[in-house]
Each structure stands twice: as C-alpha cells, then as structure tokens.
C-alpha cells in the first residue's frame, strides 16, 4: 500500500496533468469559438448566408449556387482570413512584447508601433514617397512596415539601457505616440482634400483591404514566427520570473529578447502595413489568453493567437451587423468593443493576472 | 572530487568603478559549505552573480566537474531578490526551472524531481497557488526550489534565508548542508546571522566595502577582531551548554 506522503507525491503530479488536461481544453474552446466565428463571418455582407450554405459552399456542395461560392471563396475569405490572421499577429505580438519587455500595458498600439506605422503609411499617401521607392506597389505597406518596425527596435534598445523600468518603457511608448501622431496630423494639415481622406480611411483599420497576396504574406510572417516562439517557450515563461532568475537559469536575457523584439516587430509592423491601425487586439488577446490559461509559454502563447483571432473575427461580424449591408471600418469597433470588454475581464477577475 | 570552485583575483566593475576586487580562495571543493559574509553593500551580490556568469570583470573564477572544466551551465544561482508578478503556479516555475535548455515535452522523471523538491522544502500545499499571491518566506522557499530542481554542482544562494522564520531558517540550512555533502555540490551561501553560518559552513569569505578580508576555517574567521573590524560591533564567541559556538554581541563598538 502506497504511504500518505507517495500518495501525497501522486496528488500533485496528478493535480498538475489535470490542468495540463484543462487548457488543452481551453485551446479547444477557443479554436470552436474561432470557427464559429469565421463561419458567421463569411455568412454576413450585403447578402446575407446562413450557417449552412457557408458551411455547402466550404466544402464545395453542388447544391451551393456559383454565385454563392464565387461571394465566399473569393470575396468574404480573403477578408474573413485577414480578421483571423491579423488578429493572431497582433495578438501574439502582444504576448511576447508584455513577456520581454514584462509589462502589461505593452502592445504595438501603446507603445507606438501602429502610429509609427500611420505615420509611414501617410508620407506615402500624401507625398507618394516611399522608404524603398522601387516598391511602387505595395509603397504604402512598406513605408508603415519600416517605420514601424524602427519604432519597435527603438523601443528595444533603449529598454536595455541601464536603470530603464518598466514604467519608464510605457512613457516612452507615449512620447512615440504622442511624436507620431503629432507628426501625423502635419502630414494631414499639408495633404490635399482626397489625400487626407485616404490616411483617414487608413489610420481606422479596415480588412476591407485584404487581398490573396496580403493574406499570403501576412501567414507567411505568423506560420515563421510561432514556431520560433515555441521553439523558446520554456526560455520565455522563465522571463516572467525576472531577468536575473532567467539568466541563472542559463537563458541568454539579451539575445533572447533582441531576436524576441525582432521577430515581434515584423508580427506588429507587417498586418498593421496592409489593414491599417487596429488597436487593443495587441493588448486584450493576451490579457484574455493569461486569465484563461495562465502564462506558460507552451499554451499561453497559441492561446494568445486563438484569442485574438476570434476576437478580430468576432469584431468583423459586430462591424458587419451594425448597419446591415455596412461594412464598418474594423479599427473603430475594436477599440469601441475591445476596451469594455478588457475592463469588464480585469473588473470580475478575482484571480490576480499580473 | 566532484565538483570544485576556485576564485583568483576576481573583481566586478560596474562601467569605470571596481564594485568588487582581489577576490581570490583556496579550492571549494563538493560537500563542502562556504559562507559569504560581510555588511550590506559589501559586494557578495556582485561576486555571485560574477561567479554565475551574469557580470563580467577581471580575474579567473575556475569551475570542475570531475576534473573537466565546467561552463557557467553548472553553475546554479538562486538572486537574492524573489518579488515576482506572474500568475505562474509554484509548480509550474519548479518545473520549468527543470526544463530550461531541454527540449518541451515533460517527462516522469521530471514531474518526480518537483514532487519531490516540493515535498523536501514542505511546500507541496502551495504547489497550485500563483508565486503573486506568495508571502515573501514562500517566494523564498520556491525560489530555492527552483534552484535546487536544477541538480546545481555549484550552488550559489543569496540569501536564501532572509524572510524564513527561525523554524523555517534551521529547516532549510539543514537541507541544503545535507544535499551538499549527499551529492557532493560545492555550495556558496549569503547569510548575515552569523549563528547560522558557524551551525552550516564549513568555511568563510569574508567581503567588505567590495575587497576580500580573509577566507578561512569558520572558528578561525568568525572572531571578536572581525566583528569589531567588519560589523563594527564588539561581541563575543561563547560555547553554549552543547558547546556549540555562538556569537553574542555586546554593542556598537565603544572606543
């Protein structure tokens, strides 16, 4: 017969698989809530499908008219896929900027990144100038990119230098935002009527945007990314304890959140380049992912890009309901959604998440 | 021998400034306990961390594990400081302190060496609470887990003991006297009750204002002349009815 103490011993082993089991099934919940979503979201437009015929049309039924198939396949998926992918980016964006840099206020949209980005996106639209100007067609993606991405490293390294906390790496992010915007609306005052009526457009967010070759690459950058966070998880989740205890446990601190910062600029900076600002999914995806599974790496992360993709998915059907046959720009329910949400979950959260 | 730790000249210098110089000791071998002592700011954080391989500085600091070269890999450092804010479970951050430099998959063997680190520092009730909703005596306790579960050779502590109750203190240091000489791990520990160091060292390094003052044999070390020199106390060492010695201090020192 097993003693009290090995039967003690078996308890907490056993405890821990249990809520190894329990956000397995967390994942799972939020990848149903995923599907449904994309599903109800590729229903809604100005013609509007049930569940059902989205459902024959996916799977290329002969009972689905061409015309039904031709609307979902080649004109809602694009768009559909860009909420989710986006949504994914911007999200797991979030998660690693709040572990590198272990502050829960960071995300590309508070730190600067998405106004770096506006900013780019406007001195191509205003002036036509573009950072690489051999890119003619995508200039206005590239010159949101680069700028966003210098943002992002600008906050990187000065958050290395000696003495800088975390409070001093959120006013930093605001004196970027502050110095974008400020920017931004020079830009604004100098363009023509036509002009600032685009960078209007752009700075709202819009999936309307999406294309096939914008949906490609913005996979591309997500599918490259996640592994190489996965690949660091445990490095990662060691980060949450404090520098100095990761870097007694062998993690190399400085390079892990150099490549961290790097690969998370290109996850902020390149959906921002081709949707717009879309704030708040950076910021509420992974305070929701934490509430729900915790912050270790190997389910904090992929639950971090579910939530925000369902969150973007969830937010493109909101945007498409409001008016019926309106598409409302993305960028402008977020934040209207996103921010009672996010203080409704820290307000009934009783269990501390940061 | 197992594994064995020698400092020679070993310094930190934090920009211009020398924080910490001319260390130097004899050879630290396994099983052996060696007390790093001195006032606050004195420089024992530094030496830590510059034996861990988080600082840089001069001098040679030479790590062995059965007579091969060690890297700072073996090295296992428990910071003095344990405030954290995540909502980690004790469990998880034992176990991923485990995982580190391995691949992702958890193994029994794994999820045995916790169990029984927890169970070892009676801390298995908190195995499931978040380290934030930690007192700092158990931030302390899991911390030294964290440590432990690593299967150090060379074990550095800052401190361990600071927020321990006088139960918890005697637990602990008995512990980590026991798995010193049981796996041969050669141990460096900060500890400012110098009661506590003549019960688990061995030896002692004495650090002030970031220069060595001596490193020796415990009863050799600790003597009224170091607590007048280093603490500025005048004190005594007296043997107690079981002829342990302790230190009884009188005063600031009287000139």
Redesign the interface.
């Known amino acids: 017969m097993a003693s009290p103490s090995a039967l003690h011993l078996q308890t907490a082993r056993g405890a821990y698989r249990a809520l190894v089991h329990r956000k397995k099934l967390m994942l799972l919940a939020l990848l149903v809530v995923l599907t449904l979503s994309v599903v109800a979201d590729l229903g809604l437009g100005p013609a509007r499908y049930s569940m059902r015929e989205v459902v024959l049309a996916l799977v290329g039924s002969p009972e689905m008219s061409r015309q039904i198939s031709v609307v979902i396949w080649d004109i809602r998926m694009p768009t559909a896929l860009m909420a989710i992918i986006v949504g994914a980016a911007l999200s797991a964006a979030g998660a690693q900027m709040q572990t590198i840099l272990n502050n829960p206020l960071a995300s590309p949209f508070t730190l600067g990144i998405s106004a770096a980005a506006s900013f780019g996106a406007s001195l191509a639209l205003v002036f036509g100038v573009g950072i690489l100007p051999w890119a003619v067609e995508y200039v206005v993606s590239i010159n949101a990119l680069i700028m966003a991405m210098a943002a992002a490293l600008f906050i990187h390294f000065m958050s290395q230098r000696r003495g800088v906390t975390v409070e001093t790496i959120v006013l930093l992010g605001i004196t970027l935002v502050f110095t974008f915007n400020a920017l931004l609306a020079l830009v604004q005052y100098l363009a023509s009527e036509q002009a600032l009526g685009a960078i209007v457009f752009w700075t709202m967010g819009s999936l309307t945007r999406a294309t096939w070759p914008k949906v490609a690459i913005t996979s591309v950058v997500l599918l490259v990314s996640l592994p190489l966070f996965m690949r660091r998880a445990w490095a990662l989740t060691a980060l949450r304890l404090g520098e100095d205890k990761a870097a007694s446990f062998g993690v190399n601190v400085r390079w892990l959140r150099l490549e961290t910062m790097l690969i998370v600029s290109l996850l902020a900076a390149v959906p921002v380049a081709f949707v717009g600002t879309i704030g708040f999914i950076g910021l509420v995806g992974p305070h929701i992912a934490r509430m729900l599974i915790g912050e270790d790496q190997r389910f904090f992360l992929p639950a971090s890009v579910l939530s925000g993709a369902a969150i973007l998915s969830l937010t493109s059907v909101i945007s498409k309901s409001i008016v019926p046959g309106t598409i409302f720009p993305i960028g402008i329910i977020t934040a209207l959604v996103g921010v009672p949400f996010l203080f409704s979950l820290i307000m009934s959260n009783r269990r501390r998440s940061w | 021998m197992v594994a064995s730790l020698q400092l020679h000249q070993v310094g930190v210098r934090y920009g211009k400034q020398d924080v910490l110089s001319g260390i130097t000791t004899p050879l630290l071998k396994g099983g052996e306990v060696t007390a790093v002592i001195g006032p606050n700011a004195a420089g024992k954080s530094s030496l830590f961390?510059r034996i861990?391989g988080?600082l840089d500085g001069p001098g040679q600091v030479r790590l062995d594990y059965r007579g091969e070269a060690l890297g700072?890999?073996g090295v296992?450092?428990?910071?003095q400081?344990t405030?954290?804010?995540?909502?980690?479970?004790v469990?998880?951050?034992v176990?991923?302190?485990r995982?580190?430099?391995?691949d992702?998959r958890v193994r029994d063997d794994d999820?045995?060496a916790?169990?029984?680190l927890?169970?070892s520092l009676r801390i298995?009730a908190i195995?499931?609470k978040?380290?934030?909703?930690l007192s700092g005596g158990q931030r302390q306790l899991v911390?030294l887990a964290?440590?432990l579960v690593?299967d150090p050779k060379i074990l550095l502590l800052d401190e361990p003991t600071s927020a321990l109750d006088l139960n918890r203190q005697v637990e602990v240091l008995t512990l980590i006297r026991s798995l010193s000489r049981e796996r041969e791990i050669c141990v460096m520990i900060a500890i400012h009750d110098l009661n506590q160091v003549m019960r688990v060292a061995d030896r002692v390094l004495v650090i002030d204002a970031g220069t060595m003052v001596t490193c020796g044999p415990v009863s050799e070390v600790i003597t009224p002349g170091l607590l007048r020199q280093v603490y500025k106390v005048d004190g005594r060492i007296e043997r107690c009815s079981r002829l342990c010695p302790h230190v009884m201090i009188d005063g600031p020192v009287s000139h």
Do not use: H, I, W
């Open positions: 961390r861990a988080l700072s890999e296992c450092y428990m910071p400081d405030s954290v804010n995540t909502v980690l479970t469990y998880e951050s176990l991923l302190a995982k580190q430099g391995t992702r999820l045995e916790v169990d029984q927890l169970s298995e195995a499931f978040g380290l934030c909703e911390s964290q440590t690593r």
